[in-house]
């Protein structure tokens, strides 16, 4: 049975929920998803039209090429923002975008042509042929968008949508077109795996899945040729079953690993799950920011190498923290084992919470944990490269992350909580209901209350249960490691990854979870030359950051130094931490008429630079660049 | 009177000298010539004709453009192995180099155009237009290195040469073409403008010269389209005169500068020569490594940000190296500040010196201070991109860097000493003989002797002089800051940037400088994030690293902490250095069997991790990599 869940494997260790299922309906993430519905979405749908990616579909579907606008890959973003709207629509009626996504989806029926094709960058008369350029043609990434926007009309109910029979013939053409005995090959950035075979599950179509399988299994045999990045760009390096990392573009590695494990689970090949768990537990271990971000590297959008973690030049595209939710919701789902939680909670309110402006109308496409300078902000109707500014820009040329922010802000609420056959397991801590169907066929129904993660309490109302024991079980957060768990009065501490409660808990008990959400300050490892001799402050799952326009001393960041042993208090609005101001030195603007002799910044001996005592304030690093060019830092150098 | 030198102002504050007025005949830097004649230039000659870049002029001449070879401005490659082969002839007869040279000179003469015009990737039938891509086609580019080729000829004493009449001819339609009233424009690759004005001095031409003024004057003003980079790229964004720092593309960015100073020089500007000079300053200060290399970002092959300096994922070009040399060159001979000495020498030792292997056959396009994985070496037969290697490679397909080394050991001997007017200014420290005529037509001949760097006497003895007073100068080395110098055994010790005597002193006299070479410990700037809490070992003007094939208890480098209270020690064959070998820790090798929990890399106390004492070899940083694939730090972290 589909329900309205974005991975739905046939065999798992627990079963997701749907977005009707599960709700949000209050906090951080309600207030997100609401903005996803009443300006992200607008806004996208906006510019796309505006940049000619959308009416590309009726040029295409006219012939009239010549005229098509934008980069090759366009197409899947007007896919990617139709599966956006699909969710939302899902999430609740709302007729300006079920408008929107008709008249687009008529455009796309009439570009595809008569054997299923459909593109508007390939095939035509005056275009390169089809496939004649896998490397770079994006043409299996594009229609592997469609098929997710498919799959997510499927899953809210709508198979009959005019959408899914045009995915079904494209995903048709495509299992045709790379048949083996055809053309054995695979496309330059993953993305056809996971969802050709989500759109198998969706249609219960086993050719789909063997197709995902073969995509999977054919790369790093270098059918790709070669590219100036090297194969590791796009993992074509080596298969899948050597590699001990994920490497090379990170976009691309996690979109892959994704598909891997759907393909795993979906051919009981526990073999390639546990490669690709260990692969990306070593990203976790070795490549990933305090933020969640992953991908070091500007010049190739690459992972780099283990522990590189420059904090200035991170380039921590939001893309990539999609994928990694990706990964680690199917891993979670896969193995039952709720600490994938952990990266995914990190991810959403550092990386994803980031992107976009609290308007909801620029976006970050890179998220560096260090800004040096104040740069120009980008205006309203200026479209950016995609990594240029380092404040949010209203659009980009390659605009992979907005409609990518958006789908996951519309999934949203299918991420807080599985069904563990004989219970719930809570993941995330947001208010909302829950109300799913036990294995057993029995009703479980809760209410969720907090003000996570302003404080660590949150209040769990049973509304309706089995009148038999089932179990309760939680997500203990990493950054927590411990957690009290009270019901009906009788309280107990757990640590480790979850805590578990197993008992006939009828309709009207209570349980209450406490977390300690004080703020906290974090180390780098010593691995991670980049950060040495600094110090970053959490509270609970957020990262915070110092941002130059809060600071009443100075703007210079250079200048602040935060003391270990600072107390950390939150007055409401700022973390606030003691610390020093530095007394005034060589500053980064060369108009202050500072010391001119060229000489090299290096000294023959440790400088020791005086200064005042101070308080730093700190504010949510997803918050950052909301009010105007400032300049930014997670890590502080540390100091009295 | 044109000279052998590579720079000949028409005014200038010092005088520099030909390379048959100063000659390197022993020592670090003569063995660095004698690898140039023998191996160097050989292996580029060799590799220049296997690409096909010198038969591209051949298929040129006879319009067979379709079998052209190589990205569009291999021209380039050729012109500048003439130069360095120039400077090589100029140096000593070598006929097998002028076999070559005479025989790729006459292709190029056959393809040049009737008009003038030369060019293998632009303006015959099927190609590109002349002119018509400005910003990426490279032609100006091009022709610079062929007027910088021909200056060489005409400097080395071959005014008559074919290729000089080659250069003038396309030199007099570059002039015409993009005169006031017809392209208004400039090249994205700034090299023309250095390069016509030298070629004015060296013909007496001040059309050139005027040429080169109206091509540094329009850059900034937009006539270059936009590019992915932004036009700080190819510093178009603002008039130089507005700029206050160096920005964008590094080599473009020094090319330009040099430029710039020449025109300054020329055209007694002296405001824009200040400007300049407070631009490279600002540089210096605080966008350059310890080595010297400039350029931190792979991505664009740019500055990047103030103090944005980090080491493992340093650009540093080899020819941002060579750039930075001839600023300093430039504005040491416009302003007789001798310590722009300093980073001339740095540059040498740590950049140029570094960039072949020590058979010549093998080079760095990019210049890491961290190299964190040992890579695969790049076989005998094997071209590269440019920067993908992290061990030197026998060629790449964007081959700029081993010609611009080659030509730069060429000239090597002219950046020894100045004549100040009235005697002479030493500036690097090289075995060899100077002979020089004084203003007043006096004859002045040195004899220097040294060990430097290996020790930091120099011996200089008197070996013809005037019968009045003359004035000997000196470069005291920023390293050093202080020297002692002795005349006749009367010592004196200076400190600052320069120490000068005038007196009599004839033949016979000795002069001995003495500087302190004892290996030193060098802390980085607290501005530079990406190195905070480690520190550098020096000696002299040269850097060393630690190479992990030299270290006995553990090749790992993460695990060595040096303590910054060492007695640094010189075994004649490593620098050691007394710190410590952390315990095991998790390691960078993922099939090391290490804990693989998926735990994130950041942690809630300091990491303390017990060591043993133990020896820290380091090596010369331009010698490593000469013995396989190993990783390397220049900054080792501080510990006990």
Known sequence: MQIATPVLPSTEAVSPLSIHESTIDGGFWATMQKLNA????????????????????????????????????????????LEAIAWELGRQPNDALQREFDDIVQWIAKAQREDGYLETSFGDTGQPARYSDLEWGHELYCCGHLLQAATARIRIGHPDCALVGVARRFADRIVEDFAPGRIERIGGHPEIETAMLEFGRATGNDAYIQAAT???????????ADSHFGREYFQDDIPIRQATRLRGHAVRALYLTAGAIDCAVENHDDELLGIVRRQYQDTLEKRTYLTGGMGSRHSDEAFGDDYELP?????????????????????????????????????????IAASPSTDGTSFFYVNPLQQRNRTHEAAPDQCS???????????????????????????????????????????????GTIRTTLHDGGTLALRIETQYPDDGIVTITVLDAPQTAWTFSTRIPDWAGTMTVTVNGRSRTDQGAQASLTGVMPAGTTIRLEMPVAPRITYPDMHIDAVRGCAAVERGPIVYCMESIDQKLSQDLNRYRIDPQSTLTDDGRYILATGSLLNDGPTDDPTDGSADDGRLPYHDAEQHIGGQPCTLRLVPYHDWANRGPSTMRVWIPLGE
């Not at 940049?51 to 009726?58: A, H, L």
Request: with cysteine; aromatic share 10%.
């Open 38 to 81: 009443d300006r992200i979405l607008p806004h996208i749908i906006t510019w796309e039209r505006r940049m000619g990616w959308v009416d590309n579909f009726r040029l295409s579907a006219e012939h009239h090429i010549e005229q098509r606008r934008g980069a090759v890959f366009t197409d899947s973003d007007v896919y990617k923002m």
């Open 214 to 224: 073969r995509f999977i299994n054919r790369r790093g045999h270098h059918t790709l």
């Open 311 to 351: 904090p200035d030049r991170a380039y921590c595209e939001t893309c990539a923290g999609v994928g990694s939710i990706m990964v680690a919701w199917r891993l979670l789902l896969a193995t039952g084992d709720l600490s994938y939680g952990n990266i995914i909670e990190r991810t959403l309110y550092n990386v």
């Open 385 to 431: 490269l995609r990594a240029q500014a380092s404040t949010r820009a209203p659009w980009f040329e390659v605009a992979c992350c907005p409609s990518n922010v958006s789908r996951t802000l519309g999934q949203l609420s299918a991420y807080v909580a599985v069904n563990n056959g004989n219970g719930l397991s809570l993941i995330q801590f947001m208010p």
